[in-house]
């Protein structure tokens, strides 16, 4: 058995009890919170990593846990578990069926372990450092399409879309002339297993927070893909600016980012 699967294995059970809860309570009435001018939270994102925080430090009480909604401990051990709890919570507020949990664990900063759960479409990525990435135990692996134009790519943008300059609309126009088609869902967890998947063949984007993406990042690593900042250079959690691809088409995104940053890409 590999070294991780223990963990693993946790953090399987407690996006499913999270994503459980969140069958039960989609589609009905939510409390609704602002975080900021577009960023909501909901009773389902509290009660949801507040089960996953429970479960997990029930199994690992000396582990460090860096949570979206709050619950964050240092811990006694190098072990820290990165925790979205509903990733794309303006899709379940509104019943847009596009969400899922995140859970992903660090070991002396490497990534080592990743979940991500969509309850409403019961598909379960699961990643292990040097095991590969599958979903609902079918192995994945990234996409063969190349070159770029020939590619489907994923993107979002930044709640503070309508205010900041650094908003990735001119990114999008780019590549939206320059591949074939691009979709927005609201999820980057899910738009990077997308890519693990070979769903996607591309993903990128901007002001996103480690629990956005840990565990995705994991899994196109582990399904053969590359992941990068946007200028190519090594990517870890914290880094904001995240370009995810197939690798066939890697240098490409990058070459256009590169443009659409300048303002020639158009």
């Known amino acids: 058995m590999n070294a991780w699967q223990t963990y693993l294995d946790a953090a399987v059970e407690a996006a499913r009890m999270a994503g459980s809860y969140q069958r039960y309570r989609f589609a009905s009435p939510l409390d609704v919170d602002m975080k900021g001018d577009k960023d909501l939270v909901t009773e389902v994102d509290r009660e949801s990593e507040r089960l996953i925080v429970s479960h997990l430090l029930g199994c690992f009480p000396d582990h460090g846990i860096l949570a979206e909604e709050g619950d964050n401990l240092q811990g006694r051990s190098s072990f820290r578990w990165i925790i ?3 990733d794309g919570t303006t899709n379940y507020a509104h019943g847009f069926p596009w969400f899922c949990s995140s859970i992903a664990l660090e070991a002396e900063g490497e ?3 990743g979940v991500i759960y969509n309850p409403i479409y019961d598909e379960l990525f699961t990643a292990v450092k040097g095991s590969g990435a599958f979903l609902n135990g079918r192995r994945l692996r990234v996409s063969d399409h190349a070159p770029l134009k020939d590619t489907l790519l994923g993107t979002g943008f930044p709640y503070d879309c309508a205010s900041d ?3 990735n609309f001119d990114s ?4 939206q002339k320059k591949a074939r088609g691009i979709r927005r869902a609201g999820a980057a967890a899910l738009d990077l297993a997308s890519v693990a998947a070979g769903r996607l063949d591309g993903y990128w984007e901007l002001k996103l927070k480690p629990w956005d993406v840990a565990a995705g ?3 196109v ?4 893909g590359c992941v990068t900042t946007f200028d190519g250079s090594p990517f870890t959690v914290d880094n904001n600016r995240i370009l995810a691809s197939n690798g066939l088409i890697h240098d490409e995104m990058v070459a256009l980012l590169a443009l659409s940053a300048h303002g020639s890409a158009r």
């Open 172 to 175: 999008f126009i780019a590549f």
């Open 84 to 86: 979205d709890p509903v």
């Open 221 to 224: 690593r582990e399904a053969g």
């Open 217 to 219: 990042v994991l899994m």
């Open 111 to 113: 990534l080592v372990a």
């Open 165 to 167: 300059p650094a908003n």
